[in-house]
């Protein structure tokens, strides 16, 4: 079992930063790459980033490319997503969420693909 807690989300303007947290607890050695997700009311999980935990290597959706970015600290278990240039559109709710290891390995881009997801936390962005 894996538990994600996150933390960091709130109201901003437009063009404001925001950073967001993900503390995993648990069996964190078998995680494999930890992501973050957004969804709005009646909406698909859209997939935002994500980080393979090993090697620190990122991918990240067109839409947040050049403004979000995503990290981690080992030692803490945590994930970061760090939101620069924040638009009204990016207003939902966060979710992180961790990949445990498995062959063939995962792309990691689909929410069906995750094992474990955090709470959720509200980002709200006023223009």
């Known amino acids: 079992q894996v538990q994600l807690v996150e933390s960091g989300g709130g109201l901003v303007q437009a063009g404001d930063s925001l950073r967001l947290s993900c503390a995993a607890s648990?069996?964190?050695?078998?995680?494999?790459?930890m992501g973050w997700f957004r969804q709005g009311p009646g909406k698909e999980r859209e997939f935002v980033g994500m980080i393979r935990w090993s090697s620190g290597s990122t991918d990240y959706a067109d839409s947040v490319k050049g403004r979000f970015t995503i990290s981690r600290d080992i030692a803490k278990n945590t994930q970061y997503l760090q939101m620069n240039s924040l638009k009204p559109e990016d207003t939902t709710v966060y979710y992180c969420?961790?990949?445990?290891?498995?062959?063939?390995?995962?792309?990691?881009?689909?929410?069906?693909?995750?094992?474990?997801w955090g709470q959720g936390t509200q980002v709200t962005v006023s223009s």
């Open positions: 969420a961790a990949l445990l290891i498995r062959y063939p390995i995962k792309h990691g881009r689909t929410w069906q693909e995750y094992d474990y």
């Open positions: 648990g069996r964190t050695f078998s995680i494999d790459a």
